[in-house]
């Protein structure tokens, strides 16, 4: 049997889809320290710049004192939130995004894809249809996979091919929900969202959006691609997270007050894992409100992503997406590693993208821009990929 595994990785090696996990160091702003270089980070999830922000965390840990240490800053939740990990904070937090959503209810999860594998086979069984995007992310085609659920995906952001699985198969299933990120992770492009509302209530569906990539980035408050495109109201089951531009670790599921309720009491993700502990709930309340005054790094990432795509494209580059998410298709698999560690070497944190994370074929740069760079931060990018592939 170990054979076996040695196999399969001299495969992935001979391929160049190994993946390795890689120590990273002296984080400040953009920049971060990779095998003793300083380079600019073109890989993280940290949008606004909230995480590399020594000022926000510096105001943050300004509020712990003798009294609240424990309750406001403790390192350990100790239990499930169904012993004695539960808090007022837990609470406290829910309510504030309840109420900046204007949503009935609230209920937090230990990650993206906590919720992702622990409300759909909670909500969902042998009698129901869950039709998912293609490229939906992992977590949530493993938590179709552990749900009971029937489910079908639909070609990529085709809400026509949604349409005619809807018009086949509705009258078959008690409960249908329509699942789709709003923000798809490694393309940067986006759903429609009053087009996924239209088909919900045309065929008596729930509609299950995930805004992990978009929460914080879009919308007159940074609420998301739901609140920009004015479909709040219409989503049944909105999830979104504190690990990309919240700078945090956790995440969250608007719903109403009965299916809050009914989780409570069925979600094993939920049930069976220790609460977030208390320093992340105040860290996650902290910065969600210091999120909702970010309107210039909103605005200044916009227009980095947009002179980016400039760039590639006069350089013949393609891209693809409308977001601060700019991928940069390479296609051959060890060509993308070798042009990642190329351009390592002249100062740029990228790493490649690679099947399975992405279809066959479609290896690529996912360049994810951050509201604390700067243009000439970025301006060379376009040029060094360029020459690097003519080289190689």
């Not at 953009?30 to 940290?46: A, F, P």
């Not at 489910?151 to 249908?176: M, N, P, S």
Request: hydrophobic share 40%; aromatic share 6%.
């Amino acid at each position: 049997m170990k054979g076996n595994y040695r196999q399969s990785l001299d495969s992935l090696e001979k391929s160049g889809r190994l993946r390795t996990l890689r120590p990273l160091t002296g984080r400040n702003g953009c920049r971060i320290v990779y095998r003793g270089r300083e380079m600019l980070n073109l890989t993280s999830n940290d949008y606004l710049g909230l995480a590399g922000d020594k000022l926000v965390h510096r105001r943050f840990y300004a509020g712990m004192a003798e009294g609240n240490i424990l309750d406001d800053f403790g390192l350990g939740a100790a239990s499930s939130r169904l012993l004695t990990g539960d808090s007022e904070n837990a609470h406290i937090l829910e309510e504030t995004l309840r109420h900046a959503y204007k949503k009935e209810a609230c209920l937090l999860y230990n990650s993206g894809y906590h919720a992702n594998i622990g409300i759909l086979p909670a909500l969902l069984g042998k009698h129901d249809l869950i039709l998912s995007d293609k490229l939906n992310h992992a977590s949530i085609m493993d938590g179709m996979r552990l749900s009971q659920a029937h489910h079908k995906r639909y070609r990529h952001l085709d809400y026509g091919h949604l349409a005619d699985l809807l018009q086949g198969c509705r009258g078959t299933f008690e409960r249908v929900v329509i699942v789709s990120e709003s923000v798809f992770s490694m393309d940067g492009d986006v759903a429609d969202l009053a087009a996924l509302a239209a088909l919900k209530n045309q065929y008596d569906c729930l509609l299950y959006i995930d805004e992990a990539h978009s929460i914080g980035m879009y919308g007159r408050e940074g609420l998301g691609k739901a609140e920009e495109q004015g479909q709040l109201q219409h989503i049944d089951l909105l999830v979104g997270t504190f690990g990309k531009a919240l700078a945090s670790v956790g995440a969250f599921l608007l719903c109403s007050a009965t299916i809050r309720n009914y989780l409570i009491n069925h979600s094993r993700s939920l049930i069976f894992t220790t609460a977030l502990p208390p320093v992340v709930l105040s860290w996650n309340r902290y910065i969600f409100e210091e999120m909702l005054t970010c309107h210039e790094r909103r605005k200044k990432l916009r227009d980095l992503a947009a002179a980016l795509r400039r760039e590639l494209v006069g350089h013949r580059l393609q891209t693809d997406g409308s977001t601060n998410i700019v991928p940069v298709m390479i296609g051959d698999d060890r060509l993308a590693v070798t042009l990642a560690a190329a351009m390592q070497e002249r100062g740029y944190l990228i790493f490649p993208v690679r099947p399975p994370a992405v279809p066959e074929g479609t290896a690529r740069f996912r360049l994810s821009l951050t509201a604390d760079m700067e243009w000439t931060d970025i301006a060379p990018v376009a040029s060094h990929i360029a020459e690097l592939t003519e080289q190689l």
